[in-house]
């Protein structure tokens, strides 16, 4: 993949929060081997040192175990605030601590950028159209959130978090930037994430039954993780005026159903699709526009999910198999 930033001047300090989880340390890995010094801040929560050991001999590369509902004193650059567990299971488990982290996190933060005049990109989600009805969502879209279901915790915490960026923006002079990324998937998932497609392929390796939640002609779109780093790093380096709200996701569209065929067939272990109850608010369909992207950031994803999945496999049946 080609390197898309225009830094130019040098290496940066880069705060990564989150940075030893799924795409927090995907790009950690890309932004190290751009050159730049990494400072990952992790409490854990959702994630081990396993995704981040390859990285802790990395001469740039520092690691710190921290809570980002605490204040945080570093001096850095940049600042990719992804810290916030993402997959419903666990949001769900201490819902009070996914909305402290999403808010206490995007205020310290933010506090910490306005200190060190830090660019600050926050990991925003789909998440804050809730069941759309709008459809494909565009940025203009305000959403349709339940602000007292279950994924409350996780949408309203992001929302709010968008709230603290525009006015820290609107307020301090902030320079600001606003993805909202849409699911994204590859190695690194963890395999009792709860995700649908890492459940799906573990399920399927192990020949277990395939999860299928409702009738599954709920739909989602699909974003290898490469694409993903690739689009919030084009968004963190694009000019001042850029700040966001902007999609990042792969247009594709699939019915969950679709998904578990085609992951069943790629595998070929057998298994049999079930079908168990919808989760609560559970969105029926999702897909985004990515015009702004393509329009400021020249971004476009360039894995399809025929070529991304695949690889996913592939990781997995290492993972789990050691094959
Ligand atoms: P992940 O769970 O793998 O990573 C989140 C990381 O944040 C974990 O390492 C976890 O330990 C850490 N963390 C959680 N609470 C923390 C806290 N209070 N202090 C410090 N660290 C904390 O999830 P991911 O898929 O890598 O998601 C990363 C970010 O991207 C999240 O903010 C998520 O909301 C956002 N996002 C992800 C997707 C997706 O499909 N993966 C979609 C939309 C948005
Ligand atoms: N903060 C931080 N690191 C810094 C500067 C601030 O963690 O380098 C935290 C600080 O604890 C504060 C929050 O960021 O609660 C918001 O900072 P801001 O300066 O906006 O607000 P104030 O300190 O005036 O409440
Ligand atoms: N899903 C499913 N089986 C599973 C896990 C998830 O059918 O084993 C469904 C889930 O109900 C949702 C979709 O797949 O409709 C995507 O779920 P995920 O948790 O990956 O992401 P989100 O709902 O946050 O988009």
Redesign the pocket.
């Known amino acids: 993949m080609t390197t898309t930033t225009s830094m130019g001047g040098g290496p940066l300090r880069i705060l990564v929060t989150g940075g030893a989880g799924f795409l927090g340390s995907h790009l950690c890995e890309r932004l190290l081997r751009e050159g730049h010094d990494i400072l990952c801040v992790d409490n854990f929560y959702t994630s081990t040192r396993r995704n981040i050991i390859p990285f802790l001999d990395h001469p740039n590369f520092e690691l710190m175990r921290h809570d980002v509902t605490f204040p945080l004193y570093v001096e850095v650059d940049r600042i990719y605030n992804l810290a916030c567990p993402a997959?419903?299971i666990h949001y769900q488990r201490d819902p009070v601590q996914t909305t402290k982290t999403s808010v206490h996190g995007a205020i310290n933060m933010l506090g910490l950028a306005k200190r060190t005049g830090a660019r600050i990109l926050q990991a925003s989600t789909s998440?804050v159209y809730g069941d759309p009805e709008v459809h494909p969502q565009t940025e203009s879209y305000w959403g349709n959130v339940n602000p007292i279901g279950v994924r409350s915790c996780y949408d309203e915490g992001k929302r709010c978090a968008e709230t603290l960026f525009f006015d820290y923006w609107r307020q301090h002079g902030l320079p600001i930037k606003v993805a909202r990324i849409f699911?994204t998937y590859g190695p690194r998932m963890l395999p009792n994430d709860?995700?649908?497609?890492s459940?799906?392929i573990v399920q399927a390796l192990q020949a277990r039954d395939i999860?299928?939640?409702?009738d599954?002609e709920?739909t989602?779109s699909f974003c290898y993780v490469d694409d993903l780093v690739d689009g919030l790093i084009r968004l963190m380096e694009s000019d001042d005026e850029i700040t966001g709200p902007v999609n990042l996701g792969n247009p594709g569209e699939f019915s969950?159903r679709q998904l578990a065929e085609q992951v069943t067939e790629l595998v070929g272990s057998g298994s049999s699709i079930v079908y168990e109850p919808?989760?609560e608010d559970?969105?029926t369909q999702?897909k985004p526009d990515i015009s702004e992207a393509r329009r400021h950031l020249g971004w476009n994803p360039v894995v399809a999910l025929e070529d991304g999945l695949p690889r996913t496999v592939e990781y997995f049946r290492e993972t789990l198999l050691g094959e």
Do not use: A, K
């Open positions: 997959s419903p998440e699911n709860g995700r649908v497609v459940n799906f999860t299928v939640y409702g599954g709920q989602r969950i919808l989760p559970d969105p999702r």
